[in-house]
């Protein structure tokens, strides 16, 4: 299908909407928005706030570039009736999308972090519900000009920058490939070296209450670190071998038979990763496979494969730039450069192993008379509202879309590897994540802020573990108030005591109040019970 665009120029404008207060079971429908270019605010009262939002975009002449944080997943989804083509959309986040003249986009995709964590007002939402909206209306404005406002001086700050990119994946590469130029690999490659890309460990040695002293400590910039300390493989050349190579010099990836004492990753049957496999096949990169053989914690019976790099690259320039630029920022005060800096360090990498297999081209559809020629083209209908159509099929790849997925594998393994390492210098651990241990004594490198060192983040009386990042750390219980220290609780917000309950033996019901938007259906309402499955 052709698309449409408009090549002028946009000038910045952020845009917000308040909306009822979250309440399980009930949709939130918007009430007043504002629309702020830096210079003035247009703001809507009432239920059609953005019915006049759209018609006054359609007034104006000049484009505008308009950001809405976590809009793709909230904000843009009460437009749907006028947002056009050309959009991006990434694994159902609108991206990007455009009314008219004017392109809308997600500042999540660019800053991806809560607001407040920058700058953001407080207000009891109570205020906004329909019977009290209008007597607290003043308070309600001030606040929703408050958030237009800082966001619209954090992201004119990045695009300042950074220019105007899209996510900060692609930002962090950009600025990767300006410091260290290296190559584009291609699908072929990619499907060689892809097996080796693993994520985080993140594992519980023991569960339940447990009394302490505990200790968490957590390693500074754990993937930064890895990208300037490691040698990492780049571009296509590499040597291979059915041999196991005589030291670990040059970086490489290796498949083998043999047996493993819960240190090197595989996937079980189900996608999941785990270290626990005892014996049989692994494909691993070098980095943790040197640790585990120095600990004696695997065995290697018959190398299958061997990939050892003919070229290396190592990212310290870049991450020194950026770690120094995140530190001089904080000491300045300028939380939105320390932010920034913080981000691109931690993006990069992950950027580097992006698979556009799974990659869509999605497009929005007015006359459902084109649907024939939808299909004819490879698009499948993916959600119906009363005023347009979502198609989507998979995306024309493209060989410049793959970066060097060899280069995501080796720093995932190094930061593994350096995790497993220092397990080695924790007594009694019960608990690792990805690039933190808790356990009751330490004995690694310890400093608060330098690049890769470790830090004392919480210490506690008792932890509770329920499961993979399901825990709290905590001081008090039995006949005195729990204080939590450090509390980790995926798929809902748990209090400290509901994790302890968990960890007794209880089902918790979790409710969550904010709906959850999706392009393919209705808005729903999360519930979960919750038990303890580690």
Same mark, same amino acid.
């Given at each position: 299908?052709k698309?449409?665009g408009?090549?002028k120029k ?5 845009l917000?909407?308040?909306t ?5 079971g ?27 939002l ?14 809405a ?5 909230f904000?843009f989804?009460?437009l ?6 050309p ?5 159902? &986040? ?5 009314i %008219?003249?004017?392109e ?6 660019? #800053? =991806?972090? /809560?607001? +407040? ?16 909206r ?11 000009h ?21 996510t900060?994946?692609?930002t962090?590469?950009k600025?990767m490939?300006?410091?260290?130029p ?9 499907? &060689?070296?892809?097996p080796?890309?693993? %994520?985080?460990?993140?594992q ?5 209450? #447990? =009394?302490? /002293?505990? +200790?968490?400590v ?12 490691k ?18 010099s ?42 585990a ?7 290697i019976?018959n ?11 190592n990212?310290?320039?870049?991450v020194?730039?950026?770690a ?10 300028d ?29 929005i ?13 490879g ?10 159509q ?20 080796s ?33 690694g ?13 919480a ?13 709290c ?21 748990l209090?400290?005591a509901e ?6 033996g ?6 969550n ?17 919750f038990?303890?499955?580690?």
């Amino acid at each position: 299908m052709k698309k449409s665009g408009n090549k002028k120029k946009h000038k910045i404008a952020t845009l917000d909407f308040e909306t009822d207060p979250f309440l399980f079971g009930r949709v939130p429908e918007p009430f007043c928005c504002e629309l702020w270019d830096g210079e003035k605010a247009i703001v809507f009262w009432g239920d059609d706030c953005a019915d006049q939002l759209i018609e006054y975009l359609q007034s104006l002449d000049e484009p505008l570039l308009i950001y809405a944080h976590n809009g793709g997943k909230f904000d843009f989804h009460f437009l749907h009736k006028a947002i056009e083509n050309p959009s991006l959309i990434i694994k159902t &986040r609108i991206v990007s999308t455009h009314i %008219g003249i004017h392109e809308l986009r997600d500042s999540f995709a660019i #800053l =991806p972090v /809560p607001l +407040k964590s920058y700058a953001k007002e407080d207000i009891d939402y109570g205020k906004m519900e329909r019977p009290r909206r209008e007597t607290h209306k003043a308070e309600i404005l001030e606040y929703l000009h408050s958030d237009c406002v800082h966001l619209f001086d954090l992201v004119t700050a990045f695009i300042e920058r950074f220019g105007p990119q899209m996510t900060i994946g692609g930002t962090a590469m950009k600025q990767m490939q300006e410091w260290h130029p290296h190559e584009k690999c291609g699908s072929r490659h990619d499907e &060689r070296y892809r097996p080796y890309y693993y %994520g985080g460990r993140v594992q519980c040695f023991k569960s339940g209450d #447990l =009394p302490g /002293p505990w +200790k968490y400590v957590d390693r500074n910039s754990m993937y930064p670190a890895e990208m300037a300390d490691k040698q990492h493989p780049t571009g296509r050349d590499y040597h291979f071998t059915r041999s196991m190579p005589d030291d670990f010099s040059m970086p490489f990836f290796i498949t083998f038979e043999g047996t493993n004492n819960n240190a090197l990753p595989c996937v079980d049957e189900e996608g999941g990763l785990i270290f626990t496999k005892a014996h049989g096949i692994f494909s691993v990169c070098s980095h943790e496979l040197e640790v585990a053989l120095k600990y004696d914690l695997c065995r290697i019976d018959n190398v299958l494969e061997c990939h050892v790099a003919t070229e290396t690259i190592n990212f310290g320039d870049f991450v020194r730039h950026f770690a120094a630029e995140k530190a001089a920022s904080k000491a300045a005060g300028d939380k939105a450069n320390e932010m920034f800096a913080k981000l691109i360090m931690n993006s990069g990498y992950g950027r580097e192993g992006i698979n556009p297999d799974n990659f869509a081209d999605w497009h929005i559809e007015r006359d459902p008379v084109n649907a024939l020629e939808l299909e004819m083209e490879g698009y499948q209908l993916e959600a119906e509202y009363p005023e347009i159509q979502l198609w989507s099929k998979p995306a024309d790849i493209q060989e410049h879309q793959y970066a060097d997925v060899a280069i995501a594998a080796s720093i995932t393994s190094a930061a593994r590897g350096n995790l497993l390492e220092n397990l080695q210098r924790a007594i009694d651990p019960i608990y690792c994540d990805t690039d933190s241990i808790i356990c009751r004594d330490f004995s690694g490198d310890m400093h608060p802020s330098r690049l890769g060192a470790w830090d004392l983040e919480a210490e506690a009386d008792a932890i509770a573990i329920a499961g993979k990042k399901m825990y709290c750390l905590y001081d008090g219980g039995i006949n005195s108030p729990v204080i939590p220290r450090k509390l980790s609780s995926k798929g809902g917000t748990l209090s400290a005591a509901e994790i302890i309950r968990i960890c007794s033996g209880e089902i918790v019901k979790y409710e969550n109040y904010a709906p959850t938007f999706s392009l393919k259906r209705p808005p729903t309402f999360v519930t979960r019970n919750f038990k303890i499955t580690a």
